[in-house]
């Protein structure tokens, strides 16, 4: 069955280490997305590409990362430059006969101590 | 900038009843698309209904329907026949156009739904 997934689903790392978060998608999308989500809020854009070997900035990308090696992978890496990295990160993509939709993986859960 | 508004508190509904869950919007882009999804408790964000600013007609997707109100600027979702399963948030968006393909989608705050048997 085609869809993304990310690992792990809940991740620890201790302050001031840099983290990667994998995302992997088989639905042959061209674009990918990560989203971050704090308690109680909704989701916020942290970066986006639409096409290989490129990327952009989304509403909140400092301290953030990613790259675009492969069509199906946008690992997201989270430094130490980032303030408050503990959150709930989502990874999307859109594409294909839907390209109004965002499919969306099942999230990773991530804990600086 | 475009804006989503989810300003409900948290909801409940009986099971079998149905219920309405309010978005309001805000946009000078004559064209967009509005989205409802739905987030369980395991997090995963699961997509229910799309309605474009051109669409004649109201999106319905089973029992999930959206109450297009263009001139008012709201995307309300409605529910039929609520199930137990229903209990989640539920998060309105709107497709923001950037640079030529390049899109995002705004998320409102979410509002949380509890159905109770």
């Known amino acids: 069955d085609g869809g993304i997934t990310q690992s792990p689903k809940y991740l620890f790392r201790k302050e001031g280490q840099n983290v990667t978060l994998s995302c992997e998608q088989n639905?042959?999308?061209?674009?990918m997305y990560w989203y971050r989500q704090d308690p109680g809020q909704g989701l916020r854009l942290i970066y986006y590409?639409?096409?290989?070997?490129?990327?952009q900035k989304g509403d909140i990308a400092e301290g953030y990362s990613v790259s675009r090696e492969k069509k199906e992978s946008f690992p997201l890496t989270v430094t130490s430059a980032q303030k408050n990295p503990t959150a709930f990160y989502l990874c999307?993509?859109?594409?294909?006969?839907?390209?109004?939709?965002?499919?969306f993986g099942p999230g990773t859960r991530l804990t600086v101590l | 900038a475009q804006k989503i508004t989810q300003t409900q508190p948290g909801m409940f509904v009986q099971e079998k009843e149905a219920v309405t869950l309010d978005c309001t919007y805000d946009?000078?882009?004559?064209?967009?698309?509005l989205f409802w999804y739905k987030q369980p408790s395991s997090g995963e964000m699961i997509f229910l209904i799309y309605?474009?600013?051109?669409?004649?007609q109201n999106a319905t997707e089973g029992r999930y329907s959206l109450n297009f109100q263009k001139a008012r600027k709201s995307a309300n979702l409605v529910i039929s026949a609520s199930q137990l399963g229903d209990s989640a948030m539920y998060f309105c968006?709107?497709?923001?156009?950037?640079?030529?393909?390049?899109?995002?989608?705004?998320f409102g705050k979410g509002i949380t739904l509890s159905v109770r048997p």
């Open positions: 590409s639409q096409i290989v070997n490129d990327f």
């Open positions: 968006a709107m497709r923001e156009v950037l640079t030529g393909a390049n899109s995002k989608l705004t």
């Open positions: 999307a993509s859109s594409g294909g006969g839907r390209p109004n939709e965002q499919f």
């Open positions: 639905l042959n999308h061209d674009a």
């Open positions: 946009t000078s882009d004559p064209s967009y698309g």
């Open positions: 309605q474009g600013s051109y669409d004649q």
